[in-house]
């Protein structure tokens, strides 16, 4: 089964450590581009870097405002993989209903 683009981007985001950490501080409220570097052990321009695949999965959005880039955690893109996982989730559950019925049934 394929993956919507929307969601193999979102799981591309987080299959990184340094973006994973950026979504983890932005889930607890808005941030700027200095601020998300500060305790990570990476250059302001690999920061940029991450944050422009998490705005491309739609994890992230930013603002520019004067000289200062602020960054949100945009809950529609976690809603997209979220949604995903839902529909995998009820996929399995019902294959492993029926597998448990003919299981029951066999005896």
Not at 2 to 26: N, S
Request: aromatic share 4%; hydrophobic share 40%; proline share 4%.
């Amino acid at each position: 089964m394929a993956l919507p683009v929307r969601v193999e981007r979102a799981f591309d985001a987080f299959g990184d450590h340094t973006r994973r950490k950026i979504v983890e501080r932005l889930s607890r409220g808005p941030a700027s581009v200095s601020d998300l570097a500060k305790p990570l052990d990476v250059s302001l321009a690999a920061v940029t870097q991450h944050l422009q695949v998490l705005t491309r999965s739609g994890l992230v959005r930013t603002e520019k405002v004067g000289r200062v880039r602020t960054c949100h955690l945009d809950p529609a893109g976690l809603d997209i993989v979220v949604d995903w996982i839902g529909q995998c989730r009820s996929m399995w559950e019902s294959r492993l209903d029926r597998l448990g019925e003919l299981l029951v049934d066999s005896d």
